[in-house]
């Protein structure tokens, strides 16, 4: 009951689902017990069938998997805005996808465009971890890393992190860490392990203050 429906063949299956609003040829067409879901545009979300909570914009929004053929019959409470918008796999809930023929990455997760964005612009200050951004990037986590550069996924990387008194710790995957310009070291320092220098006449090494090292 209290459903919307326009367009040919749009919510023409449906059976005890609620609360659904389609526009646009068969959009929701295949929706038997899926509820509160809303589609706009031909063919949006027309493989759904028990999903619920859906908002699908554009022409094939939500129909398909990442394989463009599988139908995306039960995700729910997920949001796909773009044509041929598709979801990473059956039954993902929280799944956020914008943009022409983007992939979903799974539950709980948001995608912004498809894999033939080179560049994204965001104006102001932005929060990872936090609603209170005091900088361009500020990521806020109160265990483990708060940044990480990798280069192969859970294996080759260098991690970056703050503890409660704000001292930072870099902690890579290798075994050294290179600076290809001056480093200044300014107030007391503590060094532990092997110490190689370069070569005085080119590179510059420069302390400021009290340095000790344990070796």
Do not use: C, M
């Not at 038997?32 to 929004?61: C, M, P």
């Amino acid at each position: 009951g209290d459903h919307v429906a326009i367009g040919y063949n749009a919510l023409s299956s449906n059976t005890t689902g609620y609360e659904n609003a389609a526009l646009g040829r068969s959009a929701l067409s295949a929706n038997t017990t899926g509820y509160e879901n809303t589609a706009i545009g031909h063919y949006a979300l027309i493989s759904n069938t028990t999903g619920y909570r859906n908002v699908a914009l554009g022409k094939s929004a939500g129909r398909y998997l990442a394989d463009g053929v599988t139908a995306n019959t039960t995700s729910n409470t997920s949001v796909y805005i773009g044509t041929r918008t598709e979801s990473s796999a059956n039954g993902n809930s929280n799944e956020i996808v914008i943009g022409y023929a983007a992939e979903g990455a799974g539950s709980n997760s948001a995608v912004l465009g498809n894999t033939s964005v080179t560049k994204t612009i965001l104006r102001g200050n932005v929060g990872v971890g936090t609603t209170g951004p005091d900088a361009n990037i500020d990521s806020l986590k109160t265990t483990g890393e708060q940044l990480r550069l990798t280069y192969t996924d859970g294996t080759v990387y260098t991690g970056f992190t703050t503890d409660v008194s704000g001292n930072l710790t870099i902690n890579n995957s290798g075994t050294k860490s290179t600076f290809s310009d001056s480093l200044y070291v300014d107030g007391a320092s503590l060094f532990n392990g092997a110490i190689t220098l370069g070569d005085a006449s080119t590179d510059d090494i420069v302390f400021t203050g009290s340095v000790a090292s344990h070796i």
